[in-house]
Each structure stands twice: as structure tokens, then as C-alpha cells.
């Protein structure tokens, strides 16, 4: 079959709904290039990938389906935006819904690597203009007259000569009978009447007066509520427990050990089952149980990166990428930059913390909560419940954060299995200390940088990276080669420029989970090797912006510098403050930033800008991406001046915001965003503005300061 | 039994009188706007409005409220179109939404308070709401716009 090509089987026809109905689920043969999930690296491995689902009932009401979470990046606003354009409904005229988690029916839905959009939109403007068509043709054959002389507007088809019409009700059961047409033209972008304009989000009215339905406000007849005691080393188990004083809580029903599943190994814990939310916390609180901890290593935050750093001496590491001759160039160098970066552990912590509702019955399994991949859960939950995968229905709801943190099945197989054992459906809480000290996290990193500057030309630089990869947790084991994303984050052009340049893995284990956190390895790569480039261009003496300008000759990154040195006033830029820049890569996006800060009468420094330009190439709602972009700064600002999780035998030591405080509004510096536009396949949005933000910001430092930072988190009041 | 006003609603509350106001808003009332955060005090994505003054009801008790006047976001305005939610629509302040509920909260007691307020006052009353997504940036022009959208109001009055 052709890439695209939509064949009739996968046409679906259902009836009953408002008496006859055009649902149109359409498979399509994935553009795998552009399905680059998670890591750029297994982008190949993407197959075929059904977009989205449009239900139209007999009186014209259109339905679309969003097919992925919807935890604040928008794709609740921008798949309908998108499936609209070509479609010809009026988004006010129109219903959006959330798709449960069904691969056979939508394909990929996690919401991860900044994909909605991306591995989404050609197919969805496809499914948009393939309904349409159909209705126009159905309308023509109904009327008797040329198709070209109908068209499609607001969800009617007329009739150019008499201006009759049809509104889109009266032509589905006509349309569902026939063929889909092959090839059809899309509009240019020029042509788009929604895409692209900063259209308010459909989701706000919902979020401002309490209407939105998170996972915490799912509620079902006759639920209870349950609470659960963890070991709070993951890897641990629950030896005994003591549940007399917990019973005694007016309110509390059961109390029983609980085991989840958390990808290959389990982690156990005590439920304690009530009929409020207040009585379970106050019965877990009065439990009291006894762990068993052996077996496994209690790990120290001070030996991680003792570790790395002395690995990352001697240890040359697993090799990713290679050209030319690093090591040779090095041991001919008469001098070489060699510097070591470290970045902390990172909590998700988004503001809903993670919670589920499930309603287990033998036959059939219904899920409810905010959930990043529904159909990983479907098929993780299933086996692990040993059940038919079609009697799990996993829906979702409004998430309040995921971060990446719930792409994690552990919570609602949980609730599953708890809800089976209380016989009634269960919403489970995970109190925000569970939330914080649970995990999992953003791994920690060591990373060394090396190089040489030859006559004002970087002629070497060696990348080597010291952290847990994220893949062997999820895998159980270790894959034996390096990890994909050790280069993340760093523009493919300069493989082309530098002419000694390589990546490796230097092996690193710990019991700790690990898990994507926004922007993943490129939001800690990227400040190192983004804050090394820094250091190489003051090396040669040269202006940060024309020393990558030099190197990176793809001509979409020239446009982004000129455009980011334009925007910023780079070129002009005041003797009094201090400037940084740094340049990333994520998930096809390219994001440049420009940090500037100033020395406070009180001798603190504040950050007085940030001006991003971000290249995603095609993209829906420019107000969406600013938001995206304004938001990835102060969640890299955090991670880059006040987070870190650390361990001590075993234990996180942070627990809730008094301890792992977050930025509040009055540490929000004033974010400028500029969008390139050019005609580029779709990149990330939600992601790719937080990489570049630590190093540009400890670049500024260094320029006011002269203080070079090497290692997150660093204290803002005291640099 | 513990009796109070909530949105202008009497209810009668079969509750430990040391529940956290918020669960009882919550699971007893069933009014989910007013979310849970950090149970602390800590992020103010519990707040509501006790007697007209702004309170973490996570850390409030049910008894505390006994036969007073709660105001949720529920109860911000009749037809979502109090300046604040106004000002939030107009600029796509939201974006997971989480943490809003308590934003507007605590911005309307502002805006009752201090009908034009500058950035450092906005900073100052409004430095007890996290927002993880980072919405501040938003959260502070919103405040200027619905202070606007007050006084334009009130003129028109």
C-alpha cells in the first residue's frame, strides 16, 4: 500500500448513533521520520499510526476526538484547530471529546517527545479533507449536479449556481457508502483560515470556573477512597503491618497489602480503603508497618555522582557517535578544555498530584484518571490483571501536570488492583509527599567535555555522559549498547563542522527510578554541552552568537541566530548587564535563547529577559507555542536554581513544596517569544523551550560575573 | 452536623469537624473546582473564600467554617464572567489548569481589595499560588486587564 493511500476497509461506518452516522476512522501508513518519539534515535521504529476519529450524527453535529492527553501543552485547543481547517466546520459549532486509550482505533496516544502534533498533523489534515470530500461528493450526487460546482463551508455543502445546501447531518448515510477519494489536494498554508492564528483555548472557560474534570474529580456511585503507605525505598517490600488503630478511623473499611507494577519490578505497599478522602489519609497515617529493605543497594545522593565523576576519568564508555579522531586530536592538542558538568535528580511534581479512579468487575475493567499513555495502560493493566485487553477501558480526563511522570502505568494498575480488593470502585490519592518522594525522577548527570581550540577553530570535542538511562529501567535491563540519547539536545549540523566530534555513554546504574522529565536527556545535555560551547567560543575569543553562527551552516539555524540576535538587540547589547545565549535541539524543534541579568542595588542578581525564537517548522497556534515556551523557562529555571532530589540510605530526602520549593510568580521573568516561519514538517512544542534556557542563563552570569557555573542547581542569591 | 453556606447554599455536613474544609467541599458537597495540592498550606490551589477572605482550605478545618459564608470557585461569578475569568479567557491564561481555581481566588480578593494594582502588589498577594506550568507571566497581565475591565464596568455603572 502507498504511504497515505486510504484504503476502504479502513473506512468505519457506524450506525445507530442519531440514526445514521459518518465515522471516519482512518488508518494511514505512518511517515515514521516524522513519529519521532521519545528519543530521536528510534524514530524508524514507528509504524502505522491511525490519527483521529470525526463523528458527525444525522443532525450535523460534529464530533472530534482528541486523541492524546491534554495537560496543559493544548492539544485539546490544536487537533480540533487542525482537523477543523479542512474539514470546513466552525470550531464553536463543534465537540470535542477525549479518545480512550484504543491503539487498534487511534493508533499512538502517548503524549510524550512533544508528539501530538507532530506525529499527528499530516494525517489529521488528510482525515480533515478526506471527510470533506466525501460530503461535497455525497451532496453533488444527492443534487444531481458537478462536484465543481460545490464546496464546503461551515459545515454545509452548497451549490455554487442556485446556493442551495446541505448541512453535513443530511449527507453522512450517503457519504458513508462511498469510496474515499485518493490524493486529495490540502490547502497551503497561505489558504488556512485557523491554522496558524492564536485562537483561544477551548479548554480555558472549563479551568476558570471549576467545570474541567481532572483525575482527582472523577466520581463514581458508591466509590470509596484509598490511600496507600509505600515502602518508600522503591525495591522494598512490606514485611509486616499493623492496621488495629487504622480500622479504628470512623470511616476506614479495609486495610490490605497492595502490589504494583512498575514496568519490570513491584513495588508494595499498605491500602487503606474509607469512605472519604480525609478518613483514608487519616488511616494511613495511623498505620504501622514494617518494611523489608534487603537485597538491594540503599544508595547515597554524594556516592552517585562520586561515582561519575571518578568513572568519567578513565572510563571512555559505550561510543554513540564518532567523526573523525577525538582521542588523536586531543593527545596532539597544546592545550585542551576539559571541564565536567553535573545536573541533579528532578522531581515531575506536577500540580495534580497522581491519583486514579478504577471500577474493577471480573468482566470488564474501567480506568479513569489523568493519564499520559492510556494505551500502554490498557495493554500493562491488562496482563498484569490478566484480562482480555478490549475489557480494560482506560478514559481520561483533564491532567493537571505530567511532565512525564504519568506515562508511568504503576497508578492505575494500583487502583486496579485495589479496587478489586475492595469490591467497589476506588479512587486512589497519592498525597504530594507520596507524589515527591515516590519517583520516579529525572536522572542525575555527570557529564565531561573536552576540546581543543586550533588557530580561533574548534577542532575537537568529546562528549561523554555519566547517568542512568532511562530505557534499562523501563527495560529491566541493560541493552548493552549506548544510550540513544546521549547526544540529544545537540544540533546535527555541527557533526558536519566540527571535524573531531564524539558522544558516548559511560555506564552508570542505580535502584532509583528513572523516567522522562520534560525535554528528557535534552534538558540536561543541553546545558552542558550548550554552557561547554560557551566556554569554547570565549576560548577562541569570539562572540557566542557568530562562533555558532560558524558551525551550524544549516540554512534554517543561520535564520534562527540572525533572527535571535535581531529580537534580542544582541548586537547593541548594555556593558552593565550580562548577556547569555545557548541553541538547542528537541524532538525537531530548535530553540535559541538569550538570557539577560542584572546586578540588584541589594547585590542579588535578577533575570531582567528572556527572548526565545523557536523553529518548529509547520505548526497550528502561535499563542499556544508562546505559552509552551514561557512556561519550559520557569520549569527550567527551577530545575537550573532551587531542585534537586537527593537520596540518603535509600530515602528521598524532599517532601513536599516547603522543602522542594517552586518558583512563584514574583521569580517569572519577562519571556519574549518569536516563532520562525518557514515550510519545515512539524517539530515539538512543548518541550524544546526548556533546554535552552539553564545554560543560556549561566552563560549571562558568567558574562556579568565572570563566574563560570559547572554544576546544577546553583543558588541565585548567593552567586 | 455542621452547618454552612456554601455559594449562597445552606448544607448540612456529616463530617469529622477536623476535616480539612477542602475534602468536605470536595467529596461531602461535591464541588471539584477547589483541587488539592500539597495539603500544606504550601501552594494555594486549595483556596476559597471564608467571609470574603481568601484561606487554604486544606489546612482549614469543617469546623472552622460552622455557620459561616464559603465562596468557591464555583461561586466567583454566576455566568463565568467575573473580569477575572473574563481576563483569564481573554489571554489564555490556563494551561493544565490545575492550579487556577486557586489563582482566581486569591486574585478576586486582590482585585476587591486593590482595584489597581501594580506588578509588585499582584507579586505580593498572589506569591502564596504555584503554578508549575508557568502561567505567571500570564496570571500577572490578566490581573491588569481584569482591574480594567472593572473600572470600565463600574464607570458604565
Keep these: 500500500m502507498e504511504a497515505n493511500a486510504i484504503s476502504r476497509r479502513n473506512f468505519l461506518k457506524i450506525s445507530g448513533l442519531a440514526g445514521s452516522a459518518l465515522c471516519l476512522g482512518t488508518y494511514f501508513v505512518a511517515e515514521a521520520k516524522n513519529e519521532n518519539l521519545i528519543t530521536a534515535a528510534n524514530a524508524e521504529k514507528a509504524g502505522i499510526e491511525m490519527n483521529a476519529w470525526i463523528h458527525i450524527d444525522t443532525n450535523g453535529k460534529v464530533t472530534i476526538v482528541d486523541h492524546r492527553a491534554e495537560m496543559g501543552q493544548g492539544s485539546y485547543q490544536s487537533v480540533p484547530q487542525i ?34 502534533i507532530r506525529g499527528s498533523y499530516k494525517n489529521l489534515l488528510k482525515l480533515g479533507a478526506t471527510s470533506r470530500v466525501l460530503l461535497v461528493t455525497a451532496a453533488a450526487n444527492k443534487w444531481g449536479v458537478p462536484l465543481i460546482d460545490c464546496y464546503a463551508k461551515s459545515g454545509h455543502v452548497f451549490h455554487r449556481p442556485t446556493g442551495k445546501k446541505f448541512h453535513y447531518g443530511e449527507l453522512v448515510e450517503v457519504a458513508s457508502k462511498l469510496t474515499p477519494p485518493q490524493d486529495i489536494p490540502l490547502k497551503t498554508r497561505a489558504e488556512y483560515k485557523l491554522i496558524g492564528k492564536p485562537l483561544n483555548r477551548r479548554d480555558s472557560p472549563a479551568k476558570t470556573n471549576g467545570e474541567a474534570i481532572f483525575g482527582l474529580d472523577k466520581k463514581l456511585p458508591g466509590m470509596l477512597y484509598a490511600a496507600v503507605e509505600r515502602n518508600p525505598r522503591m525495591r522494598g517490600k512490606v514485611k509486616s503491618f499493623d492496621a488495629t488503630e487504622a480500622l479504628k478511623v470512623p470511616g476506614v473499611k479495609k486495610v490490605f497489602k497492595v502490589k504494583m507494577g512498575v514496568f519490570t519490578i513491584y513495588r508494595e505497599g499498605v491500602a487503606v480503603v474509607a469512605t472519604s478522602t480525609w478518613a483514608a489519609l487519616q488511616g494511613k497515617k495511623a498505620l504501622k508497618v514494617t518494611w523489608d529493605d534487603t537485597g538491594f543497594e540503599h544508595i547515597n545522593t554524594a556516592d552517585i555522582y562520586k561515582i561519575q565523576h571518578e568513572k568519567l576519568k578513565t572510563d571512555e564508555g ?37 491519583n486514579c479512579v478504577a471500577w474493577y468487575r471480573p468482566e470488564k475493567l ?47 494498575h494500583e487502583a486496579a488492583v485495589i479496587s478489586k480488593e475492595a469490591g467497589a470502585p476506588v479512587q486512589v490519592i497519592w498525597k504530594r509527599e507520596d507524589d515527591l518522594t515516590q519517583g520516579p525522577y529525572r536522572p542525575g548527570i555527570t557529564y565531561r567535555c573536552q576540546g581543543v581550540i586550533d588557530n580561533g577553530e574548534m577542532s575537537v570535542a568529546k562528549f561523554r555522559m555519566a547517568g542512568q538511562n532511562i530505557d534499562h529501567w523501563s527495560n529491566g535491563k541493560s541493552s548493552g549498547k549506548a544510550n540513544d540519547s546521549t547526544s540529544e539536545g ?49 576560548e577562541a575569543n569570539k562572540d557566542q552568537l557568530d562562533f555558532r553562527r560558524a558551525y551550524l551552516k544549516d540554512e534554517r539555524c543561520q535564520q534562527l541566530i540572525d533572527k535571535l540576535e535581531k529580537v534580542s538587540g544582541w548586537k547593541s547589547r548594555d556593558k552593565k548587564s550580562g548577556y547569555g545565549v545557548a541553541i538547542t535541539e528537541c524532538f525537531n524543534t530548535t530553540v535559541g535563547q538569550v538570557v539577560k541579568v542584572s546586578r540588584q542595588q541589594n547585590g542579588k542578581i535578577k533575570i531582567d529577559k528572556v527572548w526565545a525564537v523557536m523553529d518548529c517548522g509547520w505548526y497550528v497556534n502561535p499563542d499556544i507555542i508562546a505559552a509552551q515556551v514561557e512556561g519550559s523557562v520557569l520549569m527550567g529555571l527551577g530545575a537550573a536554581t532551587t531542585h534537586e532530589i537527593t537520596f540518603k540510605d535509600g530515602l528521598v530526602q524532599q517532601n513536599n513544596f516547603y522543602d522542594y520549593p517552586m518558583p512563584r510568580i514574583a521569580d517569572m521573568p519577562p519571556v519574549e517569544v518569536h516563532i520562525m516561519e518557514n515550510t519545515a514538517d512539524a517539530g515539538g512544542v512543548g ?33 | 452536623m455542621i452547618t454552612l453556606t456554601v455559594n449562597g447554599q445552606k448544607h448540612k455536613v456529616d463530617a469529622d469537624p477536623n476535616m480539612p474544609l477542602l475534602w468536605a467541599i470536595r467529596d461531602i458537597i461535591g464541588l471539584t473546582g477547589t483541587k488539592y495540592g500539597c495539603g500544606a498550606a504550601q501552594c494555594g490551589a486549595c483556596t476559597v473564600h471564608l467571609n470574603g477572605e481568601s484561606v487554604r482550605s486544606c489546612v482549614t478545618k469543617l469546623s472552622r467554617a460552622a455557620g459561616q459564608q464559603v465562596v468557591t470557585i464555583e461561586g466567583l461569578s454566576a455566568n463565568n464572567n467575573h473580569p477575572l475569568q473574563q481576563a483569564w479567557n481573554e489571554l489564555n491564561v490556563p494551561q493544565c489548569g490545575y492550579c487556577q481555581s486557586g489563582q482566581l481566588m486569591s486574585a478576586a480578593v486582590l482585585l476587591r481589595e486593590n482595584p489597581q494594582p501594580t506588578d509588585q502588589d499582584i507579586d505580593d498577594a498572589m506569591s502564596g499560588n ?28
Excluded at chain 1, 499 to 519: D, G
Aim: net charge neutral.
Design chain 2, 130 to 157: 504555584i503554578c508549575r506550568c508557568g502561567t505567571y507571566q500570564r496570571i500577572r497581565s490578566a490581573i491588569h486587564l481584569a482591574a480594567e475591565l472593572q473600572r470600565k464596568a463600574m464607570a458604565s455603572k
Design chain 1, 366 to 412: 474501567e480506568i479513569w484518571g489523568p493519564i499520559q499513555a492510556p494505551e500502554w495502560v490498557q495493554d500493562f493493566v491488562s496482563k498484569q490483571m490478566k484480562m482480555p485487553k478490549k475489557n480494560v477501558i482506560v478514559n481520561m480526563t483533564f491532567l493537571g501536570g505530567g511532565f512525564g511522570r504519568k506515562a508511568f502505568m504503576d497508578y492505575p
Design chain 1, 83 to 116: 482537523v477543523a481547517e479542512e474539514l470546513e466546520v466552525d470550531l464553536k459549532d463543534i465537540d470535542v471529546i477525549f479518545g480512550e486509550g484504543n491503539q487498534e482505533k487511534f493508533g499512538n496516544q502517548i503524549t510524550g517527545g512533544s508528539s501530538t
Design chain 1, 318 to 354: 559505550l561510543l554513540l557517535q564518532k567523526v573523525g579522531n577525538p582521542d588523536a586530536a586531543i593527545s596532539k592538542a597544546a592545550k585542551v578544555i576539559d571541564v565536567v558538568y553535573q545536573t541533579p535528580y528532578q522531581s515531575h511534581s506536577a500540580m495534580e498530584p497522581v
Design chain 1, 490 to 538: 545537540f544540533l546535527k549540523p555541527y557533526f558536519d563542522s566540527i571535524k573531531n566530534v564524539s558522544f558516548a555513554e559511560v555506564v552508570f546504574e542505580a535502584p532509583i527510578p528513572a523516567m522522562w522529565w520534560r525535554s528528557v536527556y535534552a534538558s540536561t545535555n543541553g546545558f552542558a554541552y550548550e554552557s561547554f560551547l560557551n566556554e569554547m567560543a570565549h
Design chain 1, 687 to 719: 518541550e524544546p523551550g526548556l533546554p535552552p534556557f539553564a545554560p543560556a542563563l549561566t552563560d549571562a552570569i558568567f558574562d556579568l560575573t565572570g563566574k563560570r557555573i559547572r554544576k546544577l542547581p546553583f543558588d541565585m542569591q548567593t552567586v
